[in-house]
């Protein structure tokens, strides 16, 4: 519900921003992707409640800033990210970033993060803006996948997979090629 601002009244306007803020805040936590900001002159933060989870910190008790993003990366990820926020700050483009961080319980998370940089009319890069995902879910399985996938591949058994009606080769794995001879 779009608001208005001919014919809204101030008290209609609100309760259509709290209501979308209220769906945004439902989609944040349904995808588990957070929102932020970040001022580039004093450093200071905005993040959603989705962000506070993401990064396993307590919202009431913690301010966000700019520094507590880059504390929580893990430091094999942070060259890496630190590189990809200069490239965004200096191209203007989108940035994607996938790393890793260690929450305040010692957990580690995989995150993806997109951001963009605005400038103002100068040029001058003033502000960051963008979503975090926590994407620790999604690597596990692919990381279980990928073990998976190896322990099928390198099986001494033979493993062939057949077109049920065609019955053509699908798959076979190594163990099978060996026992056939290619």
């Known amino acids: 519900m779009p608001i208005d ?15 979308r803020e209220n769906s945004l805040r ?9 929102s932020w900001e970040v001022n580039l002159e004093t450093h200071e933060s ?8 993401n990064y396993g910190l307590d919202k009431g008790t913690t301010k966000p800033t700019y520094e507590l993003f880059w504390s929580h990366i893990l430091p094999e990820d942070l060259p890496e990210a630190q590189r990809k926020v200069q490239e965004g700050m200096a191209s203007g483009k989108v940035i994607s970033i996938t790393c890793r961080l260690k929450k305040e319980n010692g957990d580690i998370a995989t995150l993806f993060i997109n951001g963009q940089v605005i400038k103002n009319e100068n ?9 975090t995902q926590d994407i620790t879910e999604q690597m596990e399985i692919k990381e279980h ?3 998976l996938y190896q322990l099928i591949e390198y099986s001494s058994n033979e493993i062939y ?10 798959y076979v794995n190594k163990g099978a090629c060996n026992a056939l001879g290619y």
């Open 26 to 34: 439902q989609i944040e936590a349904i995808s588990r992707m957070g």
């Open 5 to 19: 601002v001919q014919k809204d009244t101030l008290d209609v306007a609100m309760q259509k921003l709290k209501a």
């Open 123 to 131: 040029g001058t890069p003033i502000k960051i803006i963008g979503t």
């Open 145 to 147: 996948n990928k073990e």
């Open 46 to 53: 905005i993040w959603s409640d989705q962000s506070f989870k």
């Open 161 to 170: 997979i057949l077109d049920e009606h065609t019955l053509k080769y699908l």
